[in-house]
């Protein structure tokens, strides 16, 4: 066990949620311009 592993850890787990946060943004815009390119 290294001195700080926790706070790396609740550091990660942060990075982590902010990055599927991203993701889901990204599925979102492109699932919107999809479908605006299928109504053309």
Request: one cysteine or more; hydrophobic letters at 45%.
């Amino acid at each position: 066990f290294v001195p700080g592993g926790v706070e790396a850890a609740g550091r990660f787990d942060f990075l982590y949620s902010d990055l599927i946060i991203v993701v889901e943004r990204v599925r979102i815009c492109s699932a919107s311009a999809s479908n605006l390119d299928e109504e053309k």
